[in-house]
């Protein structure tokens, strides 16, 4: 199973490897900063004060030729102070290539079936964790920088971003603010914790990718819906869209049952 996770995420962050662009990444030196800090702290704390959501992800990374990596992710997920837990499927096409995955991540790390992957007898799931689970945080990237359910958020970040815009309008029926974001990629990188993810923002930035984020919040600032765009040469070439609903409900997370799970160096090759 560790060979097909291996191939669904040569993508994950391209536009890394692009050739430099002539224009300069935007910056946000001497721009006020403000209104963003105030709505990144209203959504952070209305997320800790729900705690629990249903979501639906879509996302895709191109290498801005022929090859494409899209993926398609449903779950719930719910947040406290030990940190973030959930339960997903993803459905995941490489090159055209379809592959379904299922994950339900825990404190200690991550369950993962992936179909039609060689499993020992009687197995169906791998447990991953943070000392073996690069090649999953490697596809959980694709929803931001911090690898986790809702991480476009992560771009709502005063020391790295600037609003652009702002307004209102309907998302699903509900009446919502929409922020529109400019985001520099080299400030974005002083501010992740991730050295790999730190150098890649940074060559995001020496080659001329731009980053847009956009956020909608409700009346009581629980995100409805948030996205990121990577940009090179005017085309997107990589973007991320979270739709969040049912804040503050129960939701299921469930378990797999240890005598289906092996761990994930015990795998097959």
């Given at each position: 199973?560790?060979?097909f996770?291996?191939?669904?995420?040569?993508?994950?962050?391209?536009?890394c490897?692009?050739?430099?662009a002539?224009?300069?990444?935007?910056?946000?030196?001497?721009?006020?900063?403000?209104?963003?800090?105030?709505?990144?702290?209203?959504?952070?704390?209305?997320?800790?004060?729900?705690?629990?959501?249903?979501?639906?992800?879509?996302?895709?990374?191109?290498?801005?030729q022929a090859?494409?990596v899209?993926?398609?992710?449903d779950?719930?997920?719910?947040q406290?102070?030990d940190?973030?837990?959930?339960?997903?499927?993803?459905?995941v096409?490489?090159?055209?290539?379809?592959?379904?995955?299922?994950?339900?991540?825990?404190?200690?790390g991550?369950y993962?079936?992936?179909?039609?992957?060689?499993?020992?007898?009687?197995?169906?799931w791998?447990?991953?964790?943070?000392a073996?689970?690069g090649?999953v945080?490697?596809?959980l990237?694709g929803?931001g920088p911090?690898?986790?359910?809702?991480?476009?958020?992560?771009?709502v970040?005063?020391?790295a971003?600037?609003?652009?815009?702002?307004?209102?309008?309907?998302?699903d029926?509900?009446?919502?603010?929409?922020?529109?974001?400019?985001v520099?990629?080299?400030?974005m990188?002083?501010?992740?914790?991730?050295?790999?993810?730190?150098?890649?923002?940074?060559?995001?930035?020496?080659?001329?990718?731009?980053i847009?984020?956009?956020?909608?919040?409700d009346?009581?600032?629980?995100?409805?819906?948030?996205e990121?765009r990577?940009?090179?040469?005017?085309?997107?070439v990589k973007?991320?869209?979270?739709?969040?609903r049912d804040?503050g409900k129960?939701?299921?997370i469930t378990?797999?049952?240890?005598g289906?799970?092996?761990?994930?160096?015990q795998?097959?090759?």
């Amino acid at each position: 199973m560790r060979r097909f996770l291996l191939a669904l995420v040569p993508l994950a962050l391209v536009a890394c490897t692009a050739a430099p662009a002539g224009d300069p990444a935007p910056t946000t030196s001497s721009l006020p900063k403000g209104d963003l800090a105030v709505l990144a702290e209203r959504i952070e704390q209305r997320r800790a004060e729900l705690g629990t959501a249903l979501f639906h992800t879509e996302g895709f990374a191109s290498d801005g030729q022929a090859t494409e990596v899209r993926n398609v992710v449903d779950g719930a997920v719910r947040q406290d102070a030990d940190g973030q837990a959930g339960s997903m499927t993803m459905d995941v096409s490489t090159g055209g290539q379809p592959k379904k995955i299922a994950l339900v991540v825990v404190r200690d790390g991550m369950y993962v079936q992936v179909e039609g992957a060689p499993m020992p007898e009687g197995k169906k799931w791998g447990f991953y964790t943070a000392a073996n689970g690069g090649e999953v945080s490697a596809l959980l990237r694709g929803f931001g920088p911090s690898a986790t359910v809702g991480a476009e958020l992560d771009y709502v970040q005063p020391r790295a971003a600037l609003i652009v815009n702002k307004g209102t309008e309907q998302l699903d029926g509900v009446p919502a603010t929409r922020f529109d974001l400019v985001v520099d990629p080299l400030k974005m990188a002083k501010v992740i914790e991730n050295q790999d993810i730190q150098l890649q923002h940074t060559q995001l930035a020496e080659y001329g990718v731009k980053i847009a984020a956009t956020v909608w919040v409700d009346d009581t600032n629980a995100p409805l819906k948030a996205e990121y765009r990577f940009e090179l040469d005017g085309k997107v070439v990589k973007q991320s869209t979270t739709r969040f609903r049912d804040w503050g409900k129960p939701v299921e997370i469930t378990v797999p049952d240890q005598g289906e799970v092996v761990p994930a160096d015990q795998l097959p090759q």
